[in-house]
């Protein structure tokens, strides 16, 4: 006891004593700043870095091939900059430069990214690396914060300034002044990064960017790329919302310049750190898609272009095909997207969870009907789901996944994808217990193919083909002479009266017309008797059936079809009352309104027999054979 207190009280003074190690990161003081009352309501100029930035950071840089791949997907997507190399780094490097230029595979409005340290030598073979190209950005980077000068560099502030201002001048040397013609024709931009800016004072970062921008001497119409990279994350978003405001409202010809975040993920904000740099002025973002790249990765491209998209802002980019972007990326990075990344998981549009499910069906419900009323355009409102997955391709995706965590909702959603029906409640709740436990049971997801087992075996005829309607009669005779609806005597449903097997198909429509309009949804009475309409007519139903081949003939009466068609049934020697049914018409999709052959019925039966109950359910092409399987699969049930 007492050894176990000391041990206690050490690992406690250990933990005080490590997490001392660490300085908050201060806040600025800033009371001016506006980019809390900014919204975002345009796209950023946005620079694809994968082919740099991400491909350092793989276990095995890609090959030429390769990131030609990705570059021409970059350019399908819709970029139109791209940091493609750092060509001083290997040959692989230069020569894949050299390879998108001499071969004509950039297009004429895509700019090209070129990077390199402030170092003369590796800066003449990037820009080499660069010649003929329509379009170019030199991008040289420089580390600007103290333990980065002091550590890495052993420079002074003043040092570093006059790094960076003779590299400036030698790039401007060698391209929009050179003496060679060829270079001249190239449209020449050149980006400064002062890494680590996020850890750099401000008033440093401020003075070594205006000595450069002074060097390089942009124009309004080809700015000055001035790169505010938090190349480690080691700020709140807020903080660097407040970094960038400072840097855009105070940096000097501020038309000339192009602020552009460049945000890794370290403490996991990239993205709302980017998002709030927009806020504060930032005109240009760098970053990867699946946020690819050093450590934890830069800020993902994806997640940003499409966070702008659900606010109704067009980002400029198609990711209308999702899927084939992760596959793309996963093939060449061969790093996975993670199943729960925004947008992109396999698991992002879908849920396993009950009141989820049972929330999504009821909002794509809600959806169809606005839908119908207003266009594929109607305000996206669904419970869950913060995007349509059908924009980014994913429509035909699962939605909803069954275990035991989901609910009738789910387990009604997945019925109505095998079967094409909806249950009546009551049939759903049903089911949805069968479905959990067995679910508990064998403890695994619940597949399409599980459903179709389960449901067919509990309330369908195991050989429904086993059961066949030859021919069907029906008359209606009135029985009270009050609220008269001026049929008399025989009208045979509408007048149709159907006789001979082909009449059942041929005649389909009439039965259906009447049961299900008429019918559907036949609630019990509280004394467990379907309603009775107020004009009630009496039903006669006379029917030639085969069950296995052997011919029977039937007949019955009651306040409905289906009702007749029971007592029929009753005939056969079953006992049982009705205590529920509904009856529905499906439509195929994609079939027109009047392709008899694409519809078909269901037919759903709830009978009760003592203390028993059970459902029956058939799906036929006729909705009186539909019901007469839903009849003889629950009055089996209760034998
Ligand atoms: C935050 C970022 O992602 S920056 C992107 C960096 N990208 C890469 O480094 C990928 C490609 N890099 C490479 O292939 C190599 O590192 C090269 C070709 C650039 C340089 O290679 P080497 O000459 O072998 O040097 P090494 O890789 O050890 O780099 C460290 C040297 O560069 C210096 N250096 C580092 N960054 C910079 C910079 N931005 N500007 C100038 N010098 C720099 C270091 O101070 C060090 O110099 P020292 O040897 O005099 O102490
Ligand atoms: C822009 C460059 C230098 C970079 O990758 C970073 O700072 O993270
Ligand atoms: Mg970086």
Redesign the pocket.
């Known amino acids: 006891m007492h050894i176990s207190f000391i041990s206690y009280l050490l690992s406690t003074m250990t933990a005080n004593n490590t997490v001392k190690k660490y300085t908050p990161f201060p806040a600025l003081h800033f009371p001016e700043r506006k980019w809390p009352q900014q919204t975002l309501t345009k796209p950023p100029r946005w620079l694809s870095t994968d082919l ?2 991400g491909n ?1 950071a793989l276990v095995q840089p890609m090959d030429g091939d390769a990131k030609l791949r990705f570059f021409q997907h970059l350019v399908k997507f819709g970029y139109k900059e791209i940091e493609v190399s ?1 060509p ?3 040959q692989t490097e230069f020569e894949f430069t050299r390879r998108l230029i001499t071969t004509g595979a950039i297009p004429d409005d895509v700019w090209i990214q070129v ?5 003369e030598e ?1 800066i003449r073979t990037t820009i080499e690396a660069a010649r003929g190209a329509k379009k170019v950005i030199v991008h ?4 600007t914060s103290e333990v980065f000068r002091e550590v ?2 052993n420079m002074t502030e003043q040092e570093t300034i006059e ?1 960076a201002v003779r590299c400036a001048r030698l790039i401007r040397n060698l391209t929009k002044d050179s003496a060679d013609p060829e270079m001249r024709q190239t449209e020449w931009t050149l980006e400064f ?1 002062p ?1 680590n800016f996020q850890d750099t004072s401000l008033e440093f970062a401020l003075e070594i960017c205006e000595a450069v921008k002074a060097a390089w001497e942009p124009t309004e119409e080809n700015k000055i790329i001035f790169n505010v ?1 938090a ?1 480690v994350e080691v700020a709140m978003p807020n903080v660097f919302a407040d970094q960038i405001e400072y840097f855009c409202t105070h940096i000097s010809d501020r038309e000339k310049v192009s602020v552009s975040l460049h945000n890794h993920n370290d403490r996991g904000c990239a993205v709302a750190a980017t998002e709030m740099g927009q806020l504060a002025g930032a005109d240009r973002v760098e970053g990867c898609l699946f946020s690819n790249g ?1 450590r934890t990765g830069n800020v993902d491209l994806v997640t940003l272009a499409l966070n702008l998209y659900t606010q109704g802002v067009d980002p400029g980019i198609d990711f209308g095909n999702l899927n084939e972007v992760v596959d793309m990326v996963e093939e060449l990075t061969k790093i996975p997207v993670h199943f729960r990344a925004p947008y992109a998981g396999k698991y992002t549009f879908c849920t396993f969870t009950g009141t989820h499910q049972d929330a999504i069906r009821k909002g794509y419900k809600s959806r169809a009907r606005l839908e119908e009323r207003l266009g594929p355009s109607a305000k996206w409102r669904m419970p869950y789901l913060p995007m349509d997955p059908a924009d980014l391709g994913r429509k035909h995706e699962a939605i909803i996944r069954l275990n035991s965590q989901s609910g009738k909702g789910g387990i009604g959603w997945f019925v109505n994808e095998v079967f094409e029906v909806d249950m009546p409640r009551d049939l759903e709740v049903a089911f949805t217990r069968v479905v959990k436990s067995y679910s508990e049971e064998k403890g695994v997801e619940i597949t399409h193919d599980i459903i179709e087992e389960l449901f067919r075996s509990r309330y369908m005829l195991p050989k429904p083909e086993g059961v066949q309607l030859l021919s069907c009669k029906l008359r209606t005779g009135k029985v009270c002479s009050a609220k008269s609806n001026g049929v008399n005597g025989v009208n045979g449903v509408n007048g149709h009266a159907v006789s001979g097997a082909n009449g059942v198909n041929g005649h389909a429509n009439d039965h259906a017309n009447d049961h299900a309009n008429g019918h559907a949804n036949g609630k019990p009475k509280p004394n467990g008797k379907p309603a009775i309409h107020e004009h009630t007519n009496t039903v006669h139903l006379h029917a030639n059936i085969a069950i296995q081949g052997v011919r029977q003939t039937i007949s019955g009466s009651g306040d409905d079809i289906l009702t007749s068609l029971a007592d029929a049934v009753r005939g056969l020697g079953f006992c049982f009352d009705v205590l529920d049914y509904k009856t529905e018409w499906q439509h195929h999709e994609g079939a027109g309104e009047n392709d008899e052959s694409t519809r078909r019925s269901a037919g759903f039966v709830k009978l009760v027999s003592g203390d028993k109950t059970a459902w029956g359910v058939g799906i036929q092409e006729d909705s009186i054979l539909a019901s007469l399987h839903a009849i003889l699969s629950a009055a089996a049930k209760l034998e």
């Open positions: 740099r930035d350092q750092y001083s780094a290997s990077m390199a340290p402030c170092r590796l040289i980077h420089l580390s890495v560099f790094l990064t890494e990279a190349t050093e």
